[in-house]
């Protein structure tokens, strides 16, 4: 019986007259297959060669692949010399790898009379199917992947993706050469990319004609879409965004961002869908030469190093206009961002006090001309100084008297009351306020009245034209009623 792949650090010795047996044939065979493979494992990568395109369309139950060849881990050549008939898809996994791995079995059985055994090895590539989803399964030994197959009850959803399939390749070791192309398969050799090299800078090239895309340069420059980058730094010029995935987070729920220059503008976008248009996606940050564009919110956590504000301030931000100042706005209250927020502040004066503020009860401050002030523990607007509407008549269309007012008032009562709860105001039991009803106002004059979270809010300035107007009826009929009463006198003289 013959024995394989023994001594195979010894090569056949032929010479004349030498008597040869079965054993000296199978030794001679398997040293050579030996030093092949012993190359093509040292020598070389695993992947495909040529050829081995899986075949099959949407709605398939099998799939087939074209001739070709590959090299595998253990430096096994796989040949294919014909089109596989058809590969049937199994019904379980949603998604699968094909693989292919190297067989060999003993055929054509020997016919010579006394004579048992087969006197051919045919190496037949083995088909393997490794399921990726639901179950995952781990790879076969010593296979190369062709393709990936979208399944459903054991069809095919799509065509095979036979993108990702590795091509065998060459382990270099320290190699001196002036240029590198690298082939594609269904695609022209003019379209073929390039990297050369030239005054120790490096230059990638891709297209067709072959186009610079990007170098890097002798003192470490890279330059991304420009042949002349900056010293020193990396340069990247035109309409090339970057883009930044997330290692902890998949694109499809926001885990990919772009860094672009758009409109005189450094823009950041943030995709919310499994895709990587950002068409459709406002820019959420965006910085400009003199300006900042924010979408969304603003999340502040630390105070800076140089504010020397009191340290219960839990935010800081300082804005400078274009002569020069300065206004602080800062969130100040011990429990940190994390807890209540005591008050809020814009700007101070000399004196200290806030040309702003907004307290944890509501209450709002506008003291444009500063000056000491004091916060009522209540929930109301405080405006020290003049609070202006804008009256001018350029302001106003289809200007037209108001009419008589004061029927239509007798039906709104003027109260005095104690406020209760409500939504963002507190309690205050301690001092009467005076005022209208505003349901009672809305049915004299609705336009005076508006609705905001299911609270009514009268708009005073325009009840204040409702009052003089009414005045000014009064006025018109004492003014008639004196003289009358005139000219009752005139008649008694």
């Given at each position: ?32 297959l030996d030093r092949r493979r012993r190359h093509l494992r040292q020598m070389h990568t695993s992947g495909i060669t040529e050829g081995l395109v899986v075949n099959g369309d949407a709605g398939d139950s099998a799939v087939t692949v074209d001739a070709g060849g590959a090299v595998d881990d253990l430096g096994n050549e796989i040949v ?388 003089l107007e009414a005045v000014n009826e009064l006025r018109a009929e004492v003014t008639g009623l004196r003289d009358r009463v005139a000219a009752l006198e005139n008649q008694d003289d």
């Amino acid at each position: 019986m013959v024995s394989r792949n023994q001594r195979l650090d010894r090569r056949m010795n032929w010479f004349d007259r030498q008597f040869l047996r079965a054993q000296d044939f199978a030794d001679e065979q398997d040293y050579h297959l030996d030093r092949r493979r012993r190359h093509l494992r040292q020598m070389h990568t695993s992947g495909i060669t040529e050829g081995l395109v899986v075949n099959g369309d949407a709605g398939d139950s099998a799939v087939t692949v074209d001739a070709g060849g590959a090299v595998d881990d253990l430096g096994n050549e796989i040949v294919l010399l014909a089109r596989t008939a058809d590969i049937v898809l199994p019904t379980g996994p949603t998604s699968a790898r094909l693989w292919v791995q190297f067989a060999e079995v003993e055929t054509d059985e020997a016919t010579d009379p006394g004579v048992t055994g087969f006197t051919r090895v045919t190496e037949v590539p083995r088909f393997v199917l490794q399921e990726i989803a639901p179950n995952p399964a781990p790879p076969p030994t010593a296979g190369v992947p062709l393709a990936v197959l979208s399944l459903d009850q054991g069809t095919l959803t799509d065509r095979p993706d036979n993108t990702d399939r590795p091509r065998a390749g060459t382990v270099l070791g320290e190699a001196s050469v002036d240029g590198l192309v690298l082939e594609s398969d269904g695609v022209p050799a003019a379209g073929w990319a390039r990297m050369s090299s030239g005054e120790g800078t490096v230059r990638f090239l891709t297209g067709e004609p072959a186009t610079e895309r990007m170098r890097i340069g002798v003192d470490g420059t890279v330059a991304i879409g420009t042949t002349q980058p900056f010293p020193g730094v990396v340069t990247v010029a035109g309409d090339i965004p970057l883009s930044l995935s997330s290692v902890t987070q998949p694109p499809d729920i926001g885990g990919l961002w772009r860094l672009s220059l758009e409109q005189n503008g450094l823009a950041f976008q943030n995709n919310t869908a499994p895709t990587a248009d950002f068409s459709e996606i406002q820019a959420t940050l965006t910085l400009r030469p003199r300006a900042v564009d924010v979408d969304g919110g603003v999340t502040i956590r630390n105070v800076p190093p140089d504010d020397v504000t009191p340290a219960d301030t839990s935010m800081s931000l300082v804005t400078r206009g274009s002569n020069g100042g300065e206004i602080t706005w800062r969130v100040l209250g011990s429990a940190g961002l994390t807890g209540n927020l005591s008050t809020f502040d814009v700007g101070t004066d000399q004196a200290g006090v806030p040309f702003l503020r907004i307290t944890e009860d509501g209450t709002t401050i506008l003291n444009p001309s500063g000056g000491n002030t004091i916060v009522p523990a209540i929930s109301t607007l405080i405006v020290l100084g003049n609070l202006d509407k804008g009256c001018d008549e350029s302001l106003k269309d289809d200007i037209r008297p108001l009419g008589p007012t004061s029927e239509q008032l007798q039906a709104v009562r003027a109260v005095r009351f104690r406020p209760r709860p409500g939504p963002g105001l507190p309690a205050e039991t301690d001092r009467e306020r005076y005022g209208v009803v505003a349901q009672e106002l809305e049915q004299a004059f609705p336009e005076l009245v508006s609705e905001y979270d299911g609270i009514k809010t009268v708009d005073f300035s325009g009840l204040c034209a409702v009052l003089l107007e009414a005045v000014n009826e009064l006025r018109a009929e004492v003014t008639g009623l004196r003289d009358r009463v005139a000219a009752l006198e005139n008649q008694d003289d």
